[in-house]
Structure formats: structure tokens, C-alpha cells
């Protein structure tokens, strides 16, 4: 376990970064942020030349590949970093300069036990792609089949076990600080999500499963695929998949040379996300345009599942109702939910939640199509947070950053695309078959006889096993690590500047996660 000193250091020179590149300033001018983060907050950026516009995204690239991740995670909380920072944060590309293929062929020949002659016939040495995490070149197998082999950067994983630990020690100090503000933000649990996402990401084995569930899934949903995985190539550091041939789905002219219907390109993927997500309840949470091509004959072929949502069956029952009730204007029902959830703490009023999400949805009903936003429906719905004492819910961070780039995409296929009134009629239908009468009465028969023959094991465990609890799904565990003055005090060594340290450590994860925010 690293001394404290250690994180301290990491942070304050991650805090400079941050500085240099004017990704402090927000935090001085925020009414939220505690008197002693603001000062410490002067004392990080003195003696740097700031830009004049601030250069968030520039920052976490300079701090290295998992401050890119958690940017990018960050770029979905405009509730969080503020408008500007979040806006500039989506334009972090997670591009890293290759690393020499000398190395990504020893690393590959490491993880089997057999010599790569006997995989592949040929490895292009260039690659396709170099992201943060690993990087993809095109080969040829053994049997002559073209692929994508996806290879770890080495010594990646342990790169993320240090700066994730950094992340952990700062979170449980500054929550231990005292702001109500980074109570309600939970930033302990934002970053233990965090870390099981990226863990996610760099076992390849768990990424080509998710692409094989993901594929069995959506069989049914035409126009839509995922490449084949390679299993007998593949395995914690390496992942083989076919070879994809298609033109990038953000190569607008290209497609439309190509002789394809841009709108119906726009009008699928949405409807593919809305049924991962709420038919399936699984679904791919990284669509950026890198991700997605389309083959000549229009079907749309995704890639790099590292990043993967889930949402059980109530979350998306839910999920339905508030984007049913926002589209048809029926706020108290969205309102409701929301206390149903537990989302808003019962102590509020459902009315005046109900109508502080009018003033979100009625200047969008009306207006020209091109004006319709999910992405302004949540940057509105996260300006509410605060007054309604909504804690983050990490459990939604993928669902809505996916959302926001499925529009972006959409939009970019075709600008007069109106996202409500193309989810509207899947969502419709959606509510009615699984929430009408007939679905109802099914689903309470098969409830019923399942308590039935459970009844007696429930009877002894009911309180054990099934306490009330909202819509969000438990917390993980968090990571017992001891406040630095606690042991400090214990052993008598001036704790008094060990509180002033870890107020500065505290700081630097303040800096990451509430930079930008308007003040």
C-alpha cells in the first residue's frame, strides 16, 4: 500500500497539470466549493500561464490513460464539471502514440503456448488503432481468415492499479471533509465504478464475451451486427475478431457515394440503442463514431465492447415511463417515478419536483426538430439535481453518456432527425406490452406460483435476504483505507499537517471532478 505521501505527490503534480492548462479556474468560482479548496486551488495554478479558454480535455491527456478514462466518464456529468468543461471533455480522443510492435509481438507470443507461426500467417506491424488501453492490428490467421487482433499496452494494468488507488485514497478524504456537496456527489462511489469499468476493459476475455452476448442478443433486430470472436485467439491480453470491411458511420459523404439512406442509417441505430437498453437491458456503451461502421449493404457493424451497461428489468421499466412521460408531457407521472426509485428523497414534494421537470421539458415541446435535444433534456434534468438532493446514481452514468452520442450521431446522419418522435412509438409500444393489463396479469401469475414454491425458505430468510430498497442497485464495497490524520494522531507525528496535506491531496480530486463547474 502506497504511504500517503506518495498519493500526495501524484495528485499535486496531476492538480499542476490540471493548472497549466486552466482547468483549476472554475473551482475558485464556484459558490459550492469549500473556502480551504478554493485557496488550495490558487496555490496549485501559481506561477503557471493559463489559456484563456480552459483545455480540460488537453489536461487529462497529459496526466496519462486512466485520467483519459475518466474524463471521458466525466464528460457525462454536466451536473458534476459544468457545461463547459463537459462539452470540451466529449472531444477527448482516447489516442495514445502506438507502441513499437517489437514489444506487441513479444507480448502476443507470451500469452500462448504455442508459436504465433501456428496462429497467424501475418501480422500487419502498423496498427489500426492506438488507444490508451491497448491498440488492434489487421492479421491474417493461420487459415488464411482476415481478423483484428486487439493487444494490451504492457505494463498497462498495472499503470491503472497505481492511479486508481491514487483516485480511492482522495475520494475517502474528501468525503471525510465534510462538504455536503461531496456527500451528495458520493465521489467514493464514482470512482469504485470507475474502477470496475476499466478493470472491465482490460481483461479481453470478459470484452469478447460481452461482444457474444451482445451478438445473441440482437440477432432478432435486422440491420445490425457484431463481428464473429475468435475464441481459439483469444484470451486475457489478446482478442481476435473478423476483420470488419465497412465505411466509418462519421464519414457522412462517404455514405452518401456510397448510395445509403442516411435517414434510416440515423433512424436504426437509435432504435438499436433503445433495444439493447430497454429490451434487453444490455447494451453497448460506446458508440462514438469510431466504434460503428456500415457494409455496403447498410447494416450497421459495431466494435470494441470494453465498455458494456446493464440495467435490471425495474431500472428499465422505469427508464421507459420518464422518457414516455417527458415526450407526452405527463410530469407528475415522471415525477412520481422518480420517488419511486428513490432517486429524490421523500422528504420533497412530488409537485414541486414534478414541476421543476415542466420548466425542463415545456421549452422543448413546440419547438423546430432540429432544436429537440436529449442531450438539453439531461443537461436540464442534472440542473435539478442540486435543489432536489438527487445523489449520483453511477449505476445511469453509461446509459446517459450513451445516449447523448447515439444523438450525436443520429444527428450527424441526418440534422432533422427528431430523437422523441422516433423513440416515442418503440417506447409506446414497449410500456404497453410489458406494463399493459395482459402483461401485468402474466407476470403476477408467474410471481405468485414462484413465491408460492419458495414460500417456505422465504419465510425464514425474508428479512436477511429481501430488505426494501430503491431503484438504484447496491453500492459496491468500498475499499477500507484509513484516514491519513487517524493514524498519524495514533502515533503522535504532528497530525495537525498531515489534515492540511490530506486537505491537499482531497483537493486534486476535487480539481478532476468538479472542474468547470459555473459559478
Not at 491527456?61 to 471533455?89: C, F, M, S, Y
Not at 436504426?268 to 460503428?292: C, E, K, P, W
Amino acid at each position: 500500500m502506497p504511504r500517503p505521501a506518495t498519493h500526495i505527490f501524484r495528485l499535486l503534480k496531476w492538480g499542476r497539470t490540471l493548472a497549466r492548462h486552466g482547468a483549476l479556474r472554475g473551482i475558485e468560482r464556484d459558490p459550492n466549493t469549500p473556502v480551504a479548496v478554493k485557496r488550495l486551488a490558487r496555490i496549485a495554478r501559481f506561477g503557471t500561464f493559463q489559456p484563456e479558454i480552459p483545455d480540460y480535455a488537453g489536461a487529462f491527456k497529459d496526466i496519462g490513460p486512466a485520467a483519459i478514462k475518466l474524463g471521458q466518464t466525466l464528460a457525462t456529468r454536466p451536473d458534476l464539471v459544468g457545461e463547459e468543461a463537459a462539452n470540451n471533455l466529449l472531444t477527448l480522443q482516447d489516442s495514445l502514440p502506438p507502441v513499437p510492435f517489437s514489444e506487441i509481438e513479444a507480448s502476443i507470443a507470451a500469452t500462448f503456448d504455442k508459436p504465433l507461426s501456428e496462429l497467424f500467417q501475418h501480422i500487419d506491424p502498423v496498427p489500426v488503432g492506438a488507444a490508451s488501453i491497448a491498440q488492434v492490428h489487421r492479421a491474417v490467421t493461420s487459415d488464411g481468415r482476415q481478423v483484428a487482433v486487439k493487444v494490451l499496452r504492457p505494463g498497462i494494468r498495472e499503470r491503472f492499479a497505481r492511479d486508481i488507488n491514487t483516485y480511492e485514497w482522495a475520494a475517502v478524504h474528501l468525503e471525510a471533509l465534510g462538504s455536503d456537496e461531496a456527500r451528495r456527489l458520493r465521489p467514493q462511489l464514482t470512482i469504485a465504478n470507475f474502477k470496475r469499468w476499466t478493470n472491465r476493459e482490460l481483461d479481453l476475455r470478459r470484452e469478447a464475451a460481452s461482444a457474444s452476448e451482445l451478438a445473441d442478443s440482437m440477432k432478432g433486430f435486422a440491420g445490425y451486427r457484431v463481428p464473429a470472436v475468435d475464441w481459439d485467439r483469444t484470451n486475457g491480453r489478446v482478442m481476435t475478431i473478423e476483420w470488419v470491411d465497412g465505411i466509418k458511420i462519421s464519414k457522412v459523404e462517404e455514405l452518401r457515394a456510397k448510395g445509403h439512406d442516411l435517414p434510416a442509417l440515423a433512424n436504426r441505430l437509435v432504435l438499436a440503442f433503445l433495444t439493447q437498453a430497454i429490451s434487453g437491458g444490455y447494451f453497448h456503451a460506446d458508440m462514438h463514431q469510431g466504434n460503428l461502421f456500415v457494409e455496403d449493404d447498410g447494416t450497421i457493424v459495431a466494435i470494441d465492447f470494453g465498455i458494456m451497461g446493464r440495467i435490471d428489468r425495474r431500472a428499465r421499466v422505469w427508464l421507459a415511463e420518464i422518457l414516455y412521460g417527458l415526450t407526452t408531457g405527463n410530469y407528475r407521472r415522471v415525477a412520481e417515478i422518480h420517488f419511486e426509485a428513490k432517486y429524490v428523497p421523500s422528504y420533497h414534494s412530488v409537485d414541486e419536483f414534478a414541476t421543476a421537470l415542466r420548466a425542463v421539458g415545456e421549452p422543448m415541446r413546440g419547438k423546430p426538430v432540429s432544436e429537440l435535444s436529449v442531450g438539453q433534456m439531461l443537461d436540464g434534468l442534472f440542473a435539478i439535481t442540486r435543489d432536489f438532493d438527487m445523489q449520483t446514481q453511477p449505476h445511469l452514468l453509461l446509459l446517459q453518456k450513451t445516449m447523448v452520442m447515439v444523438e450525436g450521431i443520429a444527428t450527424q446522419l441526418n440534422p432533422q432527425i427528431n430523437m422523441w418522435d422516433t423513440s416515442a412509438p418503440y417506447v409506446r409500444g414497449w410500456v404497453r406490452d410489458e406494463l399493459g393489463p395482459e402483461a401485468a396479469l402474466a407476470d403476477a401469475i408467474r410471481e405468485n406460483f414462484s413465491t408460492l414454491l419458495r414460500l417456505p425458505d422465504l419465510l425464514r430468510r425474508v428479512e436477511d435476504q429481501f430488505p426494501a430498497k430503491g431503484g438504484a442497485p447496491e453500492p459496491p464495497p468500498l475499499p477500507e483505507i484509513e484516514l491519513m490524520w487517524e493514524s498519524r494522531a495514533r502515533k503522535d507525528r504532528g497530525w495537525i499537517g498531515y489534515v492540511l496535506a490530506a486537505a491537499i491531496g482531497a483537493a486534486g480530486l476535487y480539481g478532476a471532478l468538479a472542474l468547470g463547474w459555473i459559478g
